[in-house]
């Protein structure tokens, strides 16, 4: 079973830019989260889908941050104008529907200079 | 606010000795809780999840205690091996439709050969 696929891995933008991430979940998981994970922090969540639908974007800045889950498959999270703070990893995780664990992907690592 | 709190300073312990991280959290009612683990520059990985009207679980090596009326998590590891070298998240979930989770900050763990 292939796990939670995202893309770039890594990214450098400066101050001020856009910059988009991707995530294809496991076939089938009906959930979605995308997480921010600052350098010693333990990951903090922004949005979390049900199929196409939001279900929690309440710590989600939604004055700079935006996500979609189209079809509810792969889903994007997007970032404009960046800011020096949202230097982060994130990640995307997804849940099937009978349990409560969580796969998550690899990152994207965002670096804003 | 719900906060979780695991110890910020790296636990490093010889192979072959027994590994105990702790979580602690105020605030806070869950309906279960997770252990997870996340290597560098990788997602966290699911280990185990206990509910509130469980003592104890095992998987192989690994045990995890809660204790609701202490608000304490133990995860311990025995017989460590270098190969358990990583950094552990607790995370606590209440019980609703969301299934979302709160992270602690982890712990890192070093086994010394």
């Known amino acids: 079973e292939a796990g939670v696929a995202q893309s770039p891995r890594y990214k450098i933008i400066e101050k001020r830019q856009s910059v988009a991430f991707w995530c294809n979940p496991i076939?089938?998981?009906?959930?979605l989260y995308w997480y921010q994970q600052i350098l010693g922090q333990g990951p903090k969540l922004l949005i979390q889908f049900q199929n196409n639908g939001v279900v929690d974007d309440s710590q989600l800045p939604k004055d700079r941050f935006s996500a979609e889950r189209l079809k509810g498959v792969d889903s994007t999270l997007k970032i404009q104008p960046a800011k020096l703070e949202d230097s982060a990893v994130y990640l995307c995780a997804s849940r099937p529907g009978q349990g409560y664990e969580q796969y998550f992907g690899p990152g994207t690592r965002l670096t804003v200079t | 606010s719900q906060k979780i709190e695991q110890n910020s300073e790296a636990l490093n312990i010889q192979e072959g000795k027994t590994a105990t991280l702790t979580c602690n959290y105020t605030n806070y009612s869950p309906a279960y809780l997770q252990w997870y683990r996340q290597d560098p520059g990788r997602g966290p990985v699911f280990l185990l999840l206990?509910?509130?009207?469980?003592k104890e679980k095992r998987k192989e090596r690994l045990k995890v205690t809660f204790d609701t009326t202490l608000k304490q998590s133990l995860f311990h590891i025995t017989a460590s091996q270098p190969a358990d070298s990583a950094t552990y998240l607790c995370a606590l979930a209440r019980m609703d439709s969301s299934y979302k989770l709160i992270f602690g900050s982890g712990t890192r763990l070093l086994v010394r050969p």
């Open positions: 076939s089938g998981h009906a959930t």
């Open positions: 206990i509910r509130e009207n469980e």
